[in-house]
C-alpha cells in the first residue's frame, strides 16, 4: 500500500501555510520517474482513494453475491428500500444516483425475481410504491451478511473507532454533497 502523504501543521487548511498541495512523503509516485516536488501522488487526492477502494469493495462483493444471483448493485437497492419503505422509483433513483431507465430496469428484475412487490398510488396510477417482499427481506439479509464479510476482512487491520470516525466522516460528507 502506498504511503500516505504528510500533513503539515500549518494553519492553512489545506496543508502547508502557503497553500501549496502537501508533498508525498516518498517524493515521487511510484513508477513515475519524476522527482515529486510538487508532486504528492495520487493518493493526497480523497477522489482517487474513494475510487480505488470502491473498486475493490465492488469487486470482492460482487464475487460474495455471485452466488446468490445478486449483484452490489442490487444489494445496493434491496437495503436503500428496507431503509426507506413505500419509496418511489424517482425517490430511489435520486437517493442512489441511478438514472431513471436503468433504475426501472433494476425494479422490473427485482419485481420478476419477487423481490420487490410495486403498488400503484391511488392519487396517481403512473406512480408507484416500492416495498421489499418476504422474498426480498430474505435475500436483503443473506446479501448483507456476505458484503459485511468483505468489510469485515478489509477492514480488519483498523481498530473500531477509527473505522467508526472513517464511517461518520463519509456519511457527513455524503449529506453535504446532497444539499450543494
Known sequence: MPSRPSRSTQSHPRGGSDGQIPRHQAGATAGSGESGVGDPGPEALLGFLLSQLGVVVRERTALELEPL??????????????????????????????DRTTMSQLIDDLTRGKLVRRTSLADDRRSHQLALTAKGSKALQQGFDRARRVEDAITEQMDSSRLSALKMGLLELLERSDTQ
Request: charged content about 15%; cysteine-free.
Open 69 to 98: 444471483g445478486m449483484s452490489p448493485r442490487t444489494l445496493g437497492l434491496l437495503l436503500a428500500l428496507a431503509m426507506q419503505p413505500g419509496a418511489s422509483q424517482t425517490q430511489l433513483s435520486r437517493r442512489l444516483r441511478i
